[in-house]
């Protein structure tokens, strides 16, 4: 009988299954005859001398006569996981829990530096957001006729914390919308009113954490949504105290959970544009609000033309018209408006 022995450094699991076809599995393993010393190779064929185990996950294997095996992988398993090579099995273990460690660490800290950046950030959007000026200064006026050329007197606006910055981030004057979380103010959205300017809009601070409410709109027994702080205010001004999301969309929606729990169990309308993107941005926040309980319903603006938001209705009508449109819809659920508009209420 000719003996061979095998290299452990060049052994597949096809040789193994060629050198004992009569292998056998134990604890989740392989156990064979071991080929790689004379000594092992001289034992009779028994499964109590099947002393190579191999470990057909991960590609080791180890003889525990001849310890043959030890920090060598079968050739299957080398190219996928080139590190097992050189190392033994409790080294690679120990390797891998540091390479664990490691990056958990780098985890938080890179966690750590994004919310002392937020916290920079919303301390800069206060700073920015108080150095606005209120509209009920002279100083304010352009601001004021800006929201009044939008059919939108001021009161409202100035309930609501609007304000107005003559060069807001020293380029020109503003309307300054505060983006509130809960009550307090995480950044602000401000729209420049000169219409020669081609930047329309410009923020500080985290946006996507806020939104624009307008006065009263967190104390309703459900919730008006829509996109933007005019249209938001376009219905305040109608008495229906609104929230807007401004350019929340489906991959940002998680940051406004805490909208959905303050409204968990009561109706939310969702009152976006009457196009195609209002309907997108309809169907990507509703799951959010559904989640909670609520039950979500369209307030679509009138089908006509030349109207796609709730601005360009009161632009078109007067506030009476556009409660009338906002009363209508929601009729039939008999929900309160205002509290202190009692008038408002069927019956
Ligand atoms: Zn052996």
């Known amino acids: 009988m000719q003996l061979m022995t095998f290299d452990p450094k060049d052994v597949s699991l096809a040789d193994l299954n060629n050198h004992d076809g009569r292998s056998f599995a134990a604890s989740g393993k392989r156990r064979f005859m071991c080929p790689f010393s004379l000594d092992c190779l001289g034992k009779?064929?028994?499964?109590?001398?099947r002393s190579l185990t191999v470990d057909t996950q991960t590609g080791q294997f180890y003889c525990h006569r001849c310890t043959?095996?030890?920090g060598s992988l079968l050739n299957e398993f080398k190219t996928h996981n080139p590190k097992r090579e050189w190392l033994p099995p409790d080294e690679y273990r120990a390797m891998k829990k540091t390479e664990k460690a490691a990056a958990a660490q780098h985890a938080r800290e890179r966690k750590q530096r994004e919310a002392e950046e937020t916290l920079d950030a919303i301390g800069k959007a206060r700073?920015?957001?108080?150095e606005a000026l209120?509209?009920?200064v002279s100083e304010a006026k352009p601001g004021v006729d800006y929201l009044r050329s939008r059919g939108l007197g001021p009161l409202f606006s100035l309930l609501s914390g609007v304000r107005f910055h003559p060069t807001w981030y020293g380029r020109g004057p503003a309307l300054v919308f505060p983006m509130?979380?809960?009550e307090a103010i995480v950044a602000a959205d401000a729209r420049y009113i000169d219409p020669a300017m081609t930047?329309?809009?410009q923020a500080v601070g985290p946006k996507r954490l806020g939104v624009f409410a307008t006065v009263e709109a967190f104390r309703q027994p459900w919730a008006v949504i829509v996109e933007s702080p005019i249209d938001?205010?376009?219905?305040?001004e109608a008495a229906v105290p609104a929230i807007a999301v401004c350019g929340v969309q489906r991959n940002t929606i998680g940051q406004l959970e805490w909208l959905s729990s303050m409204f968990a169990g009561k109706p939310v309308w969702l009152g976006f544009d009457a196009d195609d993107a209002g309907e997108e941005t309809a169907h990507a926040i509703a799951p959010a609000f559904a989640a909670y309980g609520s039950r979500v319903l369209q307030l679509r603006p009138p089908k006509q033309a030349g109207i796609k938001d709730w601005n360009d209705l009161i632009c078109a009508a007067d506030h009476r018209v556009l409660m009338e449109v906002v009363?209508?819809?929601?009729e039939p659920d008999r929900l309160p408006l205002l509290s202190h508009q009692a008038g408002m209420n069927p019956q």
């Open 44 to 49: 009779s064929v028994k499964n109590e001398h």
């Open 68 to 70: 043959a095996g030890k």
């Open 127 to 130: 700073k920015m957001y108080e």
């Open 134 to 136: 209120s509209l009920d």
């Open 180 to 182: 509130r979380r809960n």
């Open 199 to 201: 930047l329309k809009c």
């Open 232 to 236: 938001a205010l376009s219905l305040a």
């Open 327 to 330: 009363y209508h819809a929601i």
